[in-house]
């Protein structure tokens, strides 16, 4: 009474999970890969029937976690070392790219200042000089004002003495 297309297709399913179970366990005591696309392929399925059936995807990944019965201890350890590689290789990638950042702000900013410089709105480069040159200057404005004050008093008295010289020779006449 049942559908002979839905029974067909029931039996294909069955037939394609039972290759994939004999692709796992070979690939598992051959030492083999085991990963979706390996089992996959050595069972002549789609990776996608395996993401659709849960069950099959979960053995994949527990038999990737567990050592596999045909190699020695060599595999696990290899499969540790390139694990730890893999970390160790993120690791240096996060500082590296920290270091990247740190040299782009630093170089960001000095081609700023430059920029900042050459279009002649910044501050000069050499400010202690200048500061130095200022003090200087201002000292000697002090000193011209004081000495341009004593000629002026004495060109007050000699304007004076001028004076009383006219006034007594206009006297005498």
Same mark, same amino acid.
């Given at each position: 009474m049942a559908n002979p297309m839905i029974e067909g297709r029931r039996a294909d399913s069955a037939?394609? !999970?039972? !290759? #994939?179970?004999k692709a796992l366990n070979t690939a598992h005591t051959d030492g083999a890969e085991i990963n979706v696309s390996?089992?996959?392929?050595?069972?002549? #399925?789609?990776r996608t029937f395996l993401y659709r059936h849960q069950d099959l995807l979960a053995q994949i990944h527990t038999a990737q976690a567990a050592p596999s019965a045909g190699t020695a201890n060599t595999t696990s350890v290899t499969r540790e070392s390139l694990k730890a590689d893999l970390a160790n290789a993120q690791a240096r990638i996060a500082r590296l790219a920290g270091h990247n950042q740190q040299l782009e702000r630093k170089l960001s900013a000095l081609m700023g200042e430059h920029a900042w410089r050459e279009s002649g709105l910044g501050a000069p480069t050499d400010i202690d000089q200048l500061q130095r040159r200022i003090t200087m200057l201002e000292q000697q404005v002090v000193e011209l004002t004081g000495q341009l004050e004593e000629r002026d008093q004495e060109l007050d008295a000699a304007r004076a003495a001028n004076r009383d010289l006219f006034t007594n020779m206009n006297r005498q006449r």
């Open positions: 037939r394609r !999970r039972q !290759r #994939v179970i390996a089992i996959a392929r050595a069972a002549g #399925v789609d």
